[in-house]
């Protein structure tokens, strides 16, 4: 069975930092793409970051670059930095067995596998 399990979310203040971590399953550990979405209620599944596995090339929302790294070793990091108000939001881990255009690894419905989710509040 894959699974993806994310923690690391919270309630945290405007200008804060944030570590979220996606654990995956052994199976899912060869997953070509990592990525990281996030859904605040009423709109969609949002692309926030990706990374390859080998090499481990990053491609980020323009909502996000400069502020956001995400790694991985056996676990997936995404690091937040200076959080506002608009990145509240359920945070979602994904995984893709095979490789694919930019493009497509920015879309939520090209994902194979996903987690349940961590919630990050920003306090203003």
């Known amino acids: 069975q894959v699974q993806l399990v994310e923690s690391g979310g919270g309630l945290v203040q405007a200008g804060d930092s944030l570590r979220l971590s996606c654990e995956p399953s052994?199976?899912?550990?060869?997953?070509?793409?990592m990525a990281w979405f996030r859904q605040v209620p009423g709109k969609e599944r949002e692309f926030v970051a990706r990374?390859?596995?080998?090499?481990a090339t990053t491609d980020y929302a323009d909502s996000v670059k400069g502020r956001c790294t995400i790694s991985r070793d056996n676990t997936v990091y995404l690091q937040l930095d200076n959080l506002t108000s608009e990145d509240t939001a359920v945070y979602y881990c994904a995984a893709r067995r095979t490789l694919t255009s930019s493009a497509e690894m920015k879309l939520a419905g090209s994902y194979d596998y996903w987690g349940q989710g961590t919630r990050v509040t920003v306090s203003s």
């Open positions: 052994e199976r899912a550990l060869s997953s070509v793409v």
């Open positions: 990374i390859l596995t080998n090499p």
